[in-house]
C-alpha cells in the first residue's frame, strides 16, 4: 500500500502543506474554545480542525496521516439545529469526498462550514469524476457529482482538487519516488482526468478503453488537449 499515491494521499499532503504555509494567519483567527477564567490557569490548545463530508475511510486516513482533529455531522443532527449551531472556531479546512450516505444535512452542515472558512481556509474536494464504471452495464455517479452542490452553495470560494486532474496528485508521486517527468507514463481510463493531468505536467499518457472511454468519445476528442498521446485496448496490451 505504500507504493499507491490515491486521492485520500494527496488530500492529506495538500492539508498538511496548506497549513504550514498559511499557519501564521489561520493560528491568529483560532479562538480559544475555554478562554482563561482564573489567574494561572493553563492556556487550552487549539487544535486546528477539518470539516469531512465523505466516507468513512477519508476521514480515518485524515486522522491517521496528518495532525488535525476531524469533524463530521452528528448523527442525529437535524436541519434546525444546522441552521442554529455554533461553528467551530479552529475549523481551516472543509473536505468533500465520494460518500453513499450522502444527504441534505450533510451537504448543509459542511457547507455552512465551507461558507465560514477565514482568508485563508482551504476547501478541498478530493476529485472531480463526474462517474465511474460499475460492475453492472450502466456507470454511476462520481465524486465530482457529490462536490457539484457545495460549489452552487458555497459561491465565493472555488474548491481545490486533491486528485485528478489537478497537477498535485501526480507532483506528489513524482516527488516521493523521485522521477522526472521524462520518466514517467500516465495511464488512465478517462479522457476529462487522467489524460488531462497528464497533459498538464507533460507526460506521455495513454488512454486504455477498459473503463468510461469509448472509441465514439476518443473520436470526438481529436485534436482537443485532452487527446492522449497512446491509445491501447487494456492494459493488458503493455505485456505483449
Known amino acids: 500500500s505504500d507504493c499507491i499515491v490515491t486521492s485520500g494521499t494527496c488530500t492529506c499532503q495538500v492539508l498538511i502543506q496548506h497549513y504550514e504555509l498559511h499557519k501564521s494567519h489561520l493560528l491568529s483567527s483560532f479562538t480559544l474554545d475555554h478562554e482563561l477564567s482564573k489567574q494561572g490557569e493553563k492556556e487550552e490548545k487549539v487544535i486546528p480542525t477539518v470539516v469531512v ?129 521524462d520518466e514517467v507514463v500516465m495511464i488512465g481510463d478517462r479522457l476529462d482526468t487522467d489524460i488531462r493531468m497528464a497533459k498538464d505536467c507533460r507526460v506521455f499518457s495513454i488512454c486504455t478503453l477498459t473503463g468510461v472511454t469509448t472509441e465514439r468519445v476518443l473520436k470526438e476528442a481529436y485534436g482537443t488537449l485532452d487527446y492522449p498521446d497512446a491509445i491501447i485496448g487494456g492494459v493488458h496490451d503493455l505485456l505483449g
Do not use: W
Open 53 to 181: 463530508s465523505g466516507a468513512p475511510g477519508l476521514c480515518d486516513i485524515i486522522r491517521k496521516d496528518t495532525p488535525f482533529k476531524v469533524k463530521t455531522m452528528p448523527k442525529d443532527m437535524k436541519r434546525e439545529d444546522i441552521a442554529r449551531m455554533d461553528l467551530d472556531p479552529s475549523v481551516f479546512a472543509v473536505v468533500v469526498g465520494y460518500d453513499l450516505d450522502i444527504s441534505y444535512n450533510r451537504i448543509a452542515f459542511a457547507g455552512v462550514y465551507a461558507r465560514a472558512l477565514p482568508s485563508h481556509g482551504l476547501f478541498l474536494a478530493t476529485n472531480s469524476d463526474r462517474e465511474f464504471p460499475a460492475s453492472g452495464q450502466n456507470v454511476l455517479p462520481g465524486a465530482g457529482c457529490l462536490v457539484a452542490p457545495f460549489k452552487e452553495f458555497v459561491v465565493d470560494k472555488s474548491p481545490v482538487y486533491a486528485g485528478k486532474p489537478s497537477k498535485l496528485m501526480l507532483e506528489i508521486a513524482m516527488d516521493k519516488y523521485c522521477v522526472k517527468v
